[in-house]
């Protein structure tokens, strides 16, 4: 896709700033990389794309169970991190820079798949469906994590969209990202493409202290929160709204000095073609 037609541009480029920090969430999303990449069945030679990779997490899982990977996402910050894990972890990844709107590979490049919290915010559901199954060979499995709209972590996304600044007038709006953990939503968008498909469920969990620690931690490394309170600083009651908003949800999924969120896991196979003789 050119960019200068890509009505999201601007959108993407404010999500591409909005992430840029994400890496000290880091040890919150790396257990969950692992369920992910066991639930996908990822193997040994399996070629991989890990869509919105962020730091690598499950770029690296896979690629340390032996597949071959490839890593891309919208962020240079995160990439960055991500190449730092892989050395560490001394595994052999290509992560690039790039949209889940127009993946740079060929049709059929992959035997997997996969996402974790990442694809879930491409603007245009239907695009970015479409990209990762073309990029995914007939049989393939494609399979991601997404935050359920029901519980913390999809409750919050929704509280800061609501208060998130309107767009310039005539700009698209986004699809909201916590309707990729409706299992009914994602058995539309997938359709007839997909066969075998199938749904778990796993908890991430935060180590914290109190719900406190975990406000003041989100107001500090949360780039969609840093960005609604920057945009309502001179709103003081409105900034004190939120804040008891967000408390209350962490203090409804915190338990034993941890947060717990719960997610859902998608995995499904691409139909191949018929040959009709």
């Known amino acids: 896709m050119n960019a200068n037609q890509d009505p999201f541009i601007q959108f993407k480029a404010m999500q591409r700033e909005t992430w840029a920090d994400f890496a000290v969430n ?3 999303t790396t257990p969950p990389a692992a369920d992910l990449v066991l639930f996908a069945g990822v193997a040994p030679n399996e070629t991989v794309l890990d869509v919105g990779c962020g730091t690598g997490v499950v770029a690296v899982t896979a690629a340390r169970v032996g597949a071959k990977v490839k890593g891309l996402d919208l ?12 050395a560490v972890a001394r595994v052999d990844i290509e992560f690039r820079e790039g949209d889940v709107e127009s993946l740079p590979y060929a049709d059929g490049s992959f035997d997997v798949v996969l996402s974790q919290f990442g694809h879930m915010f491409g603007p245009r559901p239907e695009v970015t469906t479409a990209e990762m199954l073309r990029v995914l060979r007939p049989g393939g499995r494609i399979a991601f994590s997404t935050w359920p709209p029901e ?20 700009a698209p709006t986004p699809a909201p990202p916590v309707q990729w953990g409706d299992p009914n ?53 409105r900034v004190a709204t939120i804040r008891a908003e967000i408390l209350g949800l962490v ?27």
């Open 251 to 277: 203090s409804q999924v915190f338990a034993g000095n941890a947060m717990r969120q719960p997610f859902l896991m998608t995995r499904a196979s691409k139909k191949t073609t018929e040959v009709i003789p």
């Open 75 to 86: 962020t240079p910050a995160l990439l960055e991190r991500a190449r730092q894990n892989a």
């Open 26 to 28: 880091e040890a919150f």
């Open 151 to 170: 519980h913390g972590m999809g409750r919050l996304f929704a509280l800061l969209a609501k208060n998130m600044p309107p767009p310039p007038a005539g």
């Open 185 to 237: 939503i994602v058995r539309t968008r997938l359709g007839d493409a997909v066969s075998d498909l199938r749904f778990d469920r796993g908890v991430a969990i935060a180590p914290t202290l109190s719900p406190l620690h975990t406000l003041l931690f989100l107001e500090t490394t949360f780039g969609p929160l840093m960005k609604v309170l920057a945009a309502i600083q001179s709103q003081p009651e």
